[in-house]
């Protein structure tokens, strides 16, 4: 085996490697996160799970996020599975209990 062939094999050995951390660290299950986070996951634009939050069509919750005074949406573990298995929830109504 020559080193032109060895260079390769382990030029493409350090790209597997690569792949599978980002792939272990994509799966890899945390209780909160973040909608750029939930948005990777679910392939969605941040800005469209951002809505989904605001418009209630996702259960979230408001955490300061130390970036300022406005606090950011995360999306539980939980929430993100059951949007997986049922959808988005219904449009709330506005003046409807």
């Known amino acids: ?5 060895l260079d390769k094999l382990i030029e493409r050995l350090a ?7 980002a792939l272990v660290q ?5 209780d ?3 909608t750029a986070e939930a948005a ?4 969605k634009a941040e800005f469209t ?15 300061k996020s130390g970036r300022g005074a406005f606090p950011a949406w995360v999306i539980s573990h939980d ?3 059951r949007y997986q298995r049922e959808g988005l929830l219904p ?3 506005e003046g409807v209990a």
Do not use: F
């Open 1 to 5: 085996m020559g080193t032109e062939h």
């Open 15 to 21: 790209r597997i490697e690569s792949t599978l951390a």
């Open 26 to 30: 994509q799966r890899a299950v945390k």
């Open 32 to 34: 909160w996160y973040a």
């Open 40 to 43: 990777g996951i679910l392939g």
């Open 49 to 63: 799970v951002r809505e989904w939050c605001r418009l209630g069509r996702m259960r979230a919750e408001k955490q």
């Open 79 to 81: 929430e993100l599975l």
């Open 91 to 93: 449009l709330r109504r």
